[in-house]
């Protein structure tokens, strides 16, 4: 168990200095010699839900509902029909 945390931490800190370095290359407002503070600040949740009872509640939905839901959270409807690759999280 100790291990799975310790490479999700390792995980964490890959995609951070990606991030960063990526930021430097494509001129984004990053500066020679930052420092990064995300560490600091930043908490990642693991908790996960299950893909196929969001697809449910979802198909439950009325038009209506649907509608009201877009208007408040944009397309993130959308994100229930993406195939995601999980050894990429």
Not at 33 to 51: A, H, K, P, R
Request: charged share 30%; hydrophobic share 35%; net charge negative.
């Amino acid at each position: 168990m100790e291990n799975e945390f310790l490479d999700k931490m390792e995980d964490n800190m890959a995609v951070r200095v990606w991030s960063e370095r990526m930021q430097l290359e494509k001129g984004d407002s990053l500066t020679e010699g930052y420092t990064s503070e995300l560490w600091d600040f930043t908490c990642i949740s693991v908790t996960q839900n299950n893909l196929q009872e969001l697809k449910e509640i979802w198909a439950q939905w009325d038009d209506e509902v649907k509608q009201l839901f877009y208007g408040n959270y944009g397309d993130l409807p959308y994100l229930l029909d993406i195939k995601v690759d999980k050894h990429f999280f």
